[in-house]
């Protein structure tokens, strides 16, 4: 394109210099039209930089840019409407062949709302809406079966779903990506305000599925969503009861909820729906195994707090496993409430002929393995022991003796390296409370200022005893000579203790040393701070009479003080 002819567009200029806009348009009818790499003309310029003067005057003389499409199939219209131009979108709708001009679609099938929605211009769209009086052709899907009322939805832009919403009298809709409706793009999304306006508008909406079989319920109770799933049972009880899934492969709402271990949705559920806790999915499981598969504790306590599905402990599934024996074979936490169940107590087999000790056996050993199986038989002795109680009794002793044997070796090894290391640091740190030690004894009989050395009655007196400064010094100095010998004479008492011993005696020692090393580790932060607090002071002290230095000292003071 003609630089200024560019120019012109961005800037609106129809007369600049040698430039004309008249003659440079007609000279493009007869020659074809500038455009820019992108396919843009001097008309999606000026809609670009909203020149909507330029506009109206590009139009009176070429009237045909009106529907030109760039490269992306973008007339200038989408343009305006991508950048928020309202004012230009006004212009070119007031041009003539609206109709045509706001279902043109570009590349992926978007028209001029597609942009103004997904740019969140809400000017725009109310303009172009009021245009539109055909909602079956006027709101099409783009390619990838967006409609701008399914693209208002999932980006949460209530005013514009609103808009097209007092458009759409009757409360039909394209279904979107994956047969998904509008409602349940904003119930996924979470936009709760654009989910319960479009469950006003048509609250049948609530019950199409998509293409995996999950309504707009199902997607509710998963979100979290207590006053979206509150509006729709009670507008109609029976969507807590249609499955979530595929003919084979198929869930409930209940069983959802139990699974994000929603405690909250469960009661709103059953306030709804008092029996649908008594639902199966396609595995024949309850809610409680669903629970426990996902490790949700705190749902398992208050669950079977409520009293109404003591039943479901001992229910076995479609492979005879109760709720006990999946959490037998899950790596998760044995919630004690469901250890405490007297349905729990029952010796129950699943179709493999197994008890929930059996499986858990039958898991790698560790020490939650361990627990779990200890447990286990806290519950009934005889769990586990069919047709193999001996064998299994004496396995699981002489697994138990051997985890306990290999976790007190791997404690013990820690416990060497640390002590190695406890001893290293103590080496160093002992120089150091003896360096400061030897600095602080040493300030004590070099005070700051000196002595009185005439034959006045304050012969051998310090000289500055009567300032306040000096008496800090001399405190802070003592405490300090004081935490370092405390300091080392711990560091003393830690090269005494005896480390070699036997294993028992070892660990006994371990803790005297970790607690010697803490308390004079304090001792020296305690000795360092001292020594800070006794040379600041002293510097004050000797300098008081130099004005300058003295406020500088002082300020220092404040701050360490602060």
Sequence with gaps: MDPKMYFAAMKGSMEDGDFSLGDHLKREQ?????????????????????????????????????????????????????????????????????????????????????????????????????????????????????????????????????????????????????????????????????????????????????????????????????????????????????????????????????SEGDVLMIRELLNHCPDCWDMLNCNGQNALHVAILNGHEMFVYVFLGSGICDSLVDEADNEGNTPLHLLAASWNRVPQKILDHPRAKKMTFNKQNQTPLDIALSRTWTTQKEKLVGDLYSINGRLGQRDFKVKRKTETIGNIRQMRKEDYQDKSKREKIEIGKIMKAAEIQVVVATLLMTVTFAAGFTLPGGLYSDDSPNKGMAILLRKAAFRAFVISDVLAFAFSAGAIFIYFCMSDCDVNEDEDCRRDWFKVLRSYYLIAGILQLLAMGAVVIAFVTGMYATLANSLGLAKTKKKLLRALAF
């Design 30 to 258: 007869e020659n074809a039209y500038q455009v820019t790499p992108k396919g843009n003309t001097i008309l999606h310029v000026a809609a670009l930089f909203g020149q909507r003067g330029f506009v109206g005057e590009v139009l009176k003389i070429t009237p045909a840019l009106l529907c030109y499409k760039n490269k992306k199939n973008e007339t200038a219209l989408h343009i305006a409407a991508n950048v928020g131009q309202s004012e230009v979108v006004s212009e070119l709708l007031s041009s003539g062949g609206v109709e045509t001009l706001v279902r043109m679609t570009d590349d992926i099938g978007d028209t001029a709302l597609h942009k103004a929605v997904r740019g969140g211009h809400i000017d725009i769209v109310r303009i172009l809406v009021k245009l539109l009086l055909d909602p079956e052709h006027d709101f099409p899907a783009n390619k990838a079966g967006v409609t701008p009322l399914y693209l208002a939805a999932e980006s949460g832009f209530h005013d514009a779903l609103i808009e097209i919403l007092n458009v759409c009298k009757e409360p039909t809709y394209v279904a979107g990506p994956s047969n998904r409706t509008p409602l349940h793009a904003a119930v996924i999304q979470e936009h709760t305000e654009c989910a319960r306006s479009l469950w006003q508008w048509n609250k049948p909406l609530c019950e199409e599925s998509d293409k995996w079989g999950w309504n707009s319920l199902h997607y509710a109770v998963k979100q979290g969503l207590a006053e979206i799933v509150c509006d729709m049972l009670g507008w109609k009880k029976s969507l807590a009861y249609l499955p979530a899934g595929s003919e084979n492969d198929w869930t409930t709402a209940f069983h959802i909820a139990a």
